[in-house]
């Protein structure tokens, strides 16, 4: 299967391109620890990421995908959170499998590319620069840089109207529901990986345009520039 070359791909961070769990459970369960109660684990953790950190937090407080804690918990323990994860962003997270040699594809191909995530941009910003894949991107739009973020499209659409072009030319990669359910209602196509975060739930079940095992098979897939 093939499709259509984009004018535009938009690119999700956390469960894409980086896996970002070991670090982010390493703070989960030092947080648990600071407050007095259970650590979680990484698989816990893994199951609970995909929505920004403050929804992680809730999670973990709770042990529960769904559960929402205490107001006065929640508040005592966010900031713990954010800043154990201020000193640990990047220190045990990796690049995927297929991921530098994508974004090289896409780049000598002359793709224009953007990163699009429910991260904070506090957290976003160093751990693009200190994996090195930074440059690669014209536009970052994260969780905090718009009045909402994904499922809704408004991150997605944004993206579109900062590079002119429009959203029946571009493409959104990600990982999860919440991408796919972006994707659609902002009209772009949307190709997903079969790793990364989706609660468990295989990506397929969302039918995306396209399922992929790695990065670096997307360029392969795009028509040809159009003369």
């Not at 930074?134 to 718009?146: A, N, Y």
Request: hydrophobic residues 40%.
């Amino acid at each position: 299967m093939s499709l259509p070359r984009p004018a535009m791909i938009l690119i999700d961070l956390d469960g894409t391109l980086i896996d970002s769990v070991p670090d982010l459970a390493f703070c989960v369960d030092a947080m648990m620890t600071e407050l007095g109660l259970p650590v979680r684990g990484e698989a816990a953790v893994r199951n609970w990421v995909g929505n920004g950190v403050e929804r992680l937090v809730q999670r973990a407080l709770c042990n529960d995908l769904d559960g929402q804690p205490d107001t006065p918990l929640f508040e005592r323990a966010l900031p713990v959170f954010m800043r154990l994860y201020q000193e640990n962003t990047s220190q045990r997270s990796c690049l995927y499998a297929g991921v530098r040699e994508g974004l090289d594809l896409l780049h000598a191909q002359e793709y224009r590319l953007g990163c699009v995530t429910n991260k904070a941009e506090r957290f976003t910003l160093p751990l693009l620069r200190d994996k090195g894949i930074l440059d690669h991107f014209e536009l970052v739009v994260s969780g905090d840089t718009l009045e909402k973020k994904k499922p809704d499209p408004m991150p997605l659409l944004y993206a579109a109207e900062r590079f002119g072009v429009a959203p029946a030319d571009s493409l959104m990669v990600g990982d999860s529901r919440s991408d796919v359910k972006a994707a659609r209602a902002a009209g772009f196509r949307i190709v997903c990986m079969t790793y990364g975060y989706n609660h468990g739930a295989d990506i397929r079940e969302e039918n995306p345009d396209v399922v992929l095992d790695r990065l670096d098979q997307l360029p392969g897939l795009l028509g040809a520039r159009v003369a």
